[in-house]
T-cell receptor, first 112, second 115 residues
Framework: RKEVEQDPGPFNVPEGATVAFNCTYS??????FFWYRQDCRKEPKLLMS???SGNEDGRFTAQLNRASQYISLLIRDSKLSDSATYLC?????????????FGKGTHLIIQP | EPEVTQTPSHQVTQMGQEVILRCVPI?????FYWYRQILGQKVEFLVS????????KSEIFDDQFSVERPDGSNFTLKIRSTKLEDSAMYFC?????????????FGAGSRLTVL
């Protein structure tokens, strides 16, 4: 059974702080990893793909640890607009699960 | 920026009625998906569609569900006889092919309320 596990939070963080959260996945064959952001009652939107070597996009850094089967997201200098639910998303390689498996999401609240 | 459009944005129906949710994927995309999200729960995969046929479906996607691409632009999800537990947000998504096509673009969703 495919599982993607996240701490649901909420994480209450003051504006300007750094926050990080992890996600674990159960299928060691998974090869595609993503962080999506979902605002309340809206659709998921891609925040960033996660590459094996880790990658950074502005204030956001994603890391992949294959040995321990987790990915992480770090947000630096957090803004009020970062308040959202962050979804860890995994896809197995082609020929298996074509659809994405979502975690339940980590709810982040940035406080002024 | 190209987008996936979904209609209706909200539909209220009586239990046992048939519902059709419509999606227009991004025009040059080849892979199409339906997901659902029950309020307060995670996004769940329902079905994927490629080359005019279902490529994969989850255990949620039982005989009450069907998908169709009737005219080369629309991609529809039909629920034959709705149940209370079908109340959810239904998201359509699509992706292309080739480099950088690993990413799904989601529509804004259709909220289904079954009474």
């Amino acid at each position: 059974r495919k599982e993607v596990e996240q701490d649901p939070g909420p994480f209450n963080v003051p504006e300007g702080a750094t926050v990080a959260f992890n996600c674990t996945y159960s299928n060691s064959a998974s090869q595609s990893f993503f962080w999506y952001r979902q605002d309340c009652r809206k659709e998921p939107k891609l925040l960033m793909s996660v590459y094996s070597s880790g990658n950074e996009d502005g204030r956001f850094t994603a890391q992949l640890n294959r040995a321990s089967q987790y990915i992480s997201l770090l947000i630096r200098d957090s803004k009020l607009s970062d308040s959202a639910t962050y979804l860890c998303v995994v896809r197995e390689p082609g020929g298996g699960a074509d659809g994405l498996t979502f975690g339940k999401g980590t709810h982040l609240i940035i406080q002024p | 920026e190209p987008e996936v459009t979904q209609t209706p944005s909200h539909q209220v129906t009586q239990m046992g009625q048939e519902v059709i949710l419509r999606c227009v994927p991004i025009s040059n995309h080849l892979y199409f998906y339906w997901y659902r999200q029950i309020l307060g729960q995670k996004v769940e995969f329902l079905v994927s569609f490629y080359n005019n046929e279902i490529s994969e479906k989850s255990e949620i996607f039982d005989d009450q569900f069907s998908v169709e691409r009737p005219d080369g632009s629309n991609f529809t999800l039909k629920i034959r006889s709705t149940k209370l537990e079908d109340s959810a947000m239904y998201f359509c998504a699509s992706r292309g092919q080739g480099p950088g096509a690993n990413v799904l673009t989601f529509g804004a969703g259709s909220r289904l309320t079954v009474l």
